[in-house]
T-cell receptor
């Protein structure tokens, strides 16, 4: 199973771009990389998913280098409402249910 | 609106008592999951089910039991054998296609269980 490592916490200011990196050195060939956002007392919410190179949607971008041993979630122009815990999850359908959530990165956006 | 409903939002358990947490989804998803989250920590997998009438243990299944009699429902029972049940419990579901890996999980809003 691919274990992930993320920074425990990060601080930023409104309007800045935030990059959160996740290390997954033993990622398998079939594994995808998925990021979730969680607010207190709520379930995590899907943000973005990718397999290689770059993926962009309306809220974030995901950068994955060629060796896929790490990935970076990029949040453009954060606001106070982006203060949350962000989880990087690595896993594949063939190991359904075996993807592991780490402890996540607590992002605090300051005014 | 489609989604996952967990009930109750708060639940209290007496010592030696079994309690059942409800999870219902109307997303027509095949796979369902139960996670436990302790304060300041990530999610740990308790049980998951890929199809009706089948389920597998996750990382911390001891003291818990599940059933999957219907596609829409995946109740979790916290038994008296679980000595430290106080936690936030999250249910999730996802599409499970053989040819399409890694469908994102959709989560409910959780049940917070406490010991009286």
């Amino acid at each position: 199973l691919a274990k992930t490592t993320q920074p425990i916490s990060m601080d930023s200011y409104e309007g800045q771009e935030v990059n959160i990196t996740c290390s997954h050195n033993n990622i398998a060939t079939n594994d995808y990389i998925t990021w979730y956002q969680q607010f207190p007392s709520q379930g995590p919410r899907f943000i973005i998913q990718g397999y290689k190179t770059k993926v962009t949607n309306e809220v974030a971008s995901l950068f994955i280098p060629a060796d896929r041993k790490s990935s970076t979630l990029s949040l453009p122009r954060v606001s106070l409402s982006d203060t949350a815990v962000y989880y990087c999850l690595v896993g594949a359908h063939t190991n359904a249910g075996k993807s592991t959530f780490g402890d996540g990165t607590t992002l605090t956006v300051k005014p | 609106d489609g989604g996952i409903t967990q009930s109750p939002k708060y639940l209290f358990r007496k010592e030696g008592q079994n309690v059942t947490l409800s999870c219902e989804q109307n997303l027509n998803h095949d796979a369902m999951y139960w996670y436990r989250q302790d304060p300041g920590q990530g999610l740990r997998l308790i049980y998951y089910s890929q199809i009706v009438n089948d389920f597998q243990k996750g990382d911390i299944a001891e003291g818990y039991s599940v059933s999957r009699e219907k596609k829409e429902s995946f109740p979790l029972t916290v038994t008296s054998a679980q000595k430290n049940p106080t936690a936030f419990y999250l249910c999730a579901s996802s599409i499970q296609r053989g040819w399409d890996s890694n469908q994102p999980q959709h989560f409910g809003d959780g049940t917070r269980l406490s010991i009286l």
